[in-house]
């Protein structure tokens, strides 16, 4: 494998949770860019923690977590940088109830504009301040967009992301009138609006009822035939055969199989694995 063309390493990844609680015992997985890696297995065996560690919204207990080459698990990283590329869609949409449509989507590439800019014009507040004192003058740092720019330019591709998705209409009401088909795919796109180099998307459907499925699968398989980088941890095995490049079989936190969809689904060697589709297909 090119290591060039890896987004995403995990080395021996461990998570424990209170004495005895081992959900994650050495997890060792790469994901190329471009490719679509499905996570299947039990409820239990440590899917949704693996990919809550992925984005580091849970500390591993061991083991390392390379993205675009830099250990995110390692304390001295600053996550916050890397959370700009890693999308996360969520079961339960986690949008905010306050806030309308529009402002959800707009929400985290504002705030990130805005931090930067803050950021920069204090330190050019205090280089000025000492270059009274200097006779060779320190370059200030630049500063490309104002907090006006940054808003309008947030706002644009928010409305772009909703016109794709069909729900331009929907820019100013509350998530509360949406429904549940409706509120993953804002969830969606609100994660596509930071520009992420890998999107993560924990059992997108499982909350959703049965005639809303197909709305969001069909804006994930959409994205995926765009080339995005997507790690999926679902139930929807038609989805799955379809989409994934590589299959991923879970089970009491350590990776038992892997492969094609077609060496998962028509041909699996593992005794574990055998029994799970026995009960999903």
């Known amino acids: ?50 990919l809550r560690c992925l ?22 990283t600053d996550i916050n940088k890397h959370r700009e590329h890693i999308g996360m869609v969520f079961q339960q949409f986690n949008l905010f109830n306050n806030k309308t449509v529009l402002e959800n989507i707009m929400m985290a590439p504002v705030h990130i504009g805005v931090t930067k800019y803050r950021k ?9 301040l000492t270059n009274v004192f200097k006779k060779n003058k320190s370059e200030l740092i630049p500063i490309e967009k104002t907090v006006k720019e940054i808003k309008a330019e947030a706002e ?3 409305y772009a992301l909703l016109r794709r998705i069909g729900l331009e209409e929907k820019a100013e009401v509350y998530p509360s009138t949406l429904s549940g088909g409706q509120k993953q795919r804002i969830a969606i796109v609100r994660a596509l609006a930071m520009n992420p180099d890998v999107m993560l998307f924990d059992e997108p459907t499982s909350a959703l009822d ?21 790690v999926v941890v679902t139930h929807e095995m038609g989805f799955a055969r379809e989409v994934a490049d590589r299959i991923i079989f879970v089970d009491e936190g350590v990776i038992k199989e892997e492969g094609t969809p077609a060496e998962i689904f028509d041909n699996p060697k593992d ?10 297909l």
């Open 1 to 50: 494998m090119n290591e060039n063309n890896i987004i995403l390493k995990v080395e021996g990844l461990k998570k424990s949770f209170g004495d005895g609680n081992d959900v994650l015992k050495g997890i060792n997985l790469t994901v190329k860019q471009g490719e679509k890696v499905v996570i299947l297995g039990a409820s239990g065996s440590g899917k949704s923690t693996l």
């Open 55 to 76: 984005n580091c919204m849970e500390d591993p207990t061991g083991g390392s977590i390379y993205f675009n080459g830099e250990d995110i698990a390692d304390m001295k």
């Open 120 to 128: 920069r014009a204090v330190k050019n507040f205090f280089i000025k």
């Open 156 to 158: 644009e591709r928010a």
């Open 210 to 230: 049965p005639e809303m499925v197909g709305e969001v699968l069909d804006l994930i398989k959409t994205l995926a035939d765009e080339g995005m980088t997507m």
């Open 271 to 280: 005794a574990r694995l055998k029994d799970f589709l026995s009960k999903v």
